[in-house]
């Protein structure tokens, strides 16, 4: 038999709870009686009022309903809608005290992998709102017209109507609202996972921070959109620096917001930006990072850790569109990309041309295999730099480094959990850290924070 657990709440129960900390993700750990309280917007050394929504056995899940004593850092942004969304849960905590917050998560996130290294202060924006240079929003109708917005937390399909969300380029907000007046003047039918049936899912925008340049793709679940051509047409007749609509096909029940599947409708297919002084094509499914004004701080900074030389020969591995290695390029003697999306290396290769870079090559592949075949031709890097997706990097990739031993391994991380867990992997196969690790804040507001560490082969 199980041991009892003394729960001393139930559903629907207001407490008041302490707040020991806010933990990687967002959520604050309170607790009542000893026993843990998980919720938002609270922060560490608060007194809150809370209401039970969620019972279990090794905590409760609670809704914030007053805050008794607030931390001396809590601010009152006074976007209540905001803060329903989730988009950006540390909306209502000082700037400065956010930074000291991502800073103190990746030190604990490192300490549990048993990783005691110093972790610099994070590096913050000058102006930490508006910053999103990309956005996918659904859409509901709500009194017979179109809004809209964000899903609202813990539901399924609820959209709370949003004209400011706070964390995206103002024109891109101001795009959202001018082609769902649109898509509201043409009656679009909006997909239900319910019926099955409708049309529209999503509206996309990305502009480009330094060119203006504005795509916009109507995602449906379905191949054609009723009124599609004029539908394109009024956009482009609309919105400031358009060059793009394309139409995305996604009719998949998975809760991914795009498909591979794109046919334009309007103008060209992708839009161009500059990053670091090198122009890039960006199309619909392009990985582009979504803060540009710290991306250039972020890849900057990786540049200087790398300790990059023009006699180097560096890997770019999950090189996406060719973003990393296109701007240290003209540091260094030779830049090998390797990526497994197809279309991404296509960009890469577009890029590559577009700038007449002459020492960049990018190849389709699994980048561990890839690597693996490097090393057999007697490749050495001086380099690699790696920026994973959320998941991190594989035991493979992890020992294709092993084996290459390259003088210096950049790593790039969105997540620093999957990151600490493969910093460890290399210290037990012979690798060091070499100086801090330094966070990034390329996701203002929110619980994100970006990471970057260099690791080095013990001689």
């Not at 905590?93 to 998560?105: G, N, R, S, T, V």
């Not at 009024?234 to 599947?261: C, D, F, Q, T, Y």
């Amino acid at each position: 038999m199980r041991p009892k657990v003394n729960i001393p709440v139930k559903l629907g129960d207001v407490v008041t709870a302490h707040i020991n900390e806010v933990a990687y993700g967002g959520q604050a750990i309170g607790e009542y009686e000893g026993y843990p309280l998980h919720l938002d917007n609270a922060f560490a050394g608060e007194t809150v009022r809370a209401k039970i929504t969620q019972v279990n056995r090794k905590f409760a899940r609670a809704q914030l309903v007053e805050v008794v004593h607030p931390s001396p850092d809590r601010i009152d942004a006074g976007r209540p809608d905001i803060i329903e969304t989730g988009i950006a849960p540390y909306l209502n905590l000082a700037y400065p005290a956010q930074l000291k917050l991502k800073q103190h998560q990746v030190e604990q996130i490192f300490a549990n992998e048993d990783i005691h290294t110093s972790v610099a202060p994070t590096i913050g924006m000058e102006n930490p709102s508006h910053y999103r240079n990309k956005t996918v929003v659904p859409m509901a109708y709500a009194d017979g017209h179109l809004v809209t917005g964000f899903i609202k937390r813990q539901t399924a399909n609820t959209v709370v109507p949003l004209d400011d969300y706070f964390v995206n380029d103002p024109i891109i907000d101001q795009v959202i609202g001018q082609v769902r007046d649109i898509l509201d003047a043409h009656q679009v039918t909006l997909f239900s996972d319910e019926t099955g049936l409708g049309q529209m899912r999503y509206i996309m925008v990305r502009r480009g921070y330094y060119s203006g340049e504005v795509m916009v793709v109507l995602v449906t679940q379905t191949p054609e959109l009723d009124d599609e051509k004029e539908i394109a047409e009024e956009i482009a007749a609309v919105v400031p620096g358009i060059k793009s609509v394309m139409l995305n096909v996604n009719p998949r029940r998975l809760h991914l917001m795009m498909s591979g599947e794109n046919r334009l409708l309007w103008g060209d297919d992708a839009i161009h930006d500059t990053l670091l002084g090198i122009e890039f094509v960006i199309g619909p499914n392009s990985f582009y990072q979504v803060n540009p004004q710290t991306t250039e701080v972020l890849y900057t900074l990786a540049a200087e850790k790398g300790k990059l030389t023009k006699h180097d020969t560096i890997i770019d591995a999950y090189s996406g569109i060719g973003t990393i290695g296109l701007t240290v390029a003209n540091q260094v003697k030779q830049v090998l990309g390797v990526e497994v999306i197809a279309r991404a290396v296509e960009d890469a290769q577009r890029n590559v041309a577009l700038n007449d870079i002459q020492n960049a090559t990018f190849v389709t592949a699994d980048a561990p295999t890839q690597m693996k075949a490097w090393r057999d031709e007697g490749l050495e890097p001086n380099v690699i730099f790696v920026d994973p997706p959320r998941p991190g990097l594989t035991p493979e990739l992890l020992d294709a480094v092993v084996e290459m031993q390259p003088e210096r391994f950049v790593y790039i991380s969105c997540n620093p959990k999957t990151m600490a867990r493969d910093i460890r992997y290399l210290l037990d196969k012979g690798f060091s850290l070499s100086g801090d690790i330094q966070p990034l804040d390329q996701f203002p507001q929110t619980a994100h924070v970006e990471t970057v560490a260099v690791l080095v082969p013990n001689h």
